[in-house]
């Protein structure tokens, strides 16, 4: 069994930084691709970034130069750095186990303008 737990999201202004925090317990969180998708109100989940064990990165054409992905094993978390935001980027941030049922239940991160 996996559990997953973001943290970090908040309030922002356009042009600000935050990073996410996803917590994970159980072996398989170490050894999986973890991916980072955002929710915004009325639109389809979409994947951000991933993230694999031997530490390859894909992100979104959308957050590329802008978002960092990277992972502390020390502390079983993988975290998303996110800089230079924007209005768009407003949205429930959620971590997911790759090929598994394990989702976090998200946090919320809003950009002002």
């Known amino acids: 069994q996996v559990q997953l737990a973001e943290s970090g999201g908040g309030l922002v202004q356009a042009g600000g930084s935050l990073r996410l925090s996803c917590a994970g317990s159980g072996r398989d969180f170490r050894y999986n691709v973890v991916g980072w998708y955002r929710q915004a109100p009325g639109q389809e989940r979409e994947l951000v970034a991933t993230?694999?064990?031997?530490?390859?990165?894909q992100y979104a054409d959308s957050v590329k130069g802008r978002f960092t992905v990277s992972r502390d094993n020390a502390d079983n978390t993988v975290y998303l750095q996110m800089n230079e935001l924007k209005v768009e980027d407003t949205a429930t941030y959620y971590c997911?186990?790759?090929?598994?049922?394990?989702w976090g239940k998200g946090t919320l991160v809003t950009v002002s303008s």
């Open positions: 997911h186990l790759i090929a598994t049922k394990f």
């Open positions: 993230l694999t064990a031997v530490g390859s990165k």
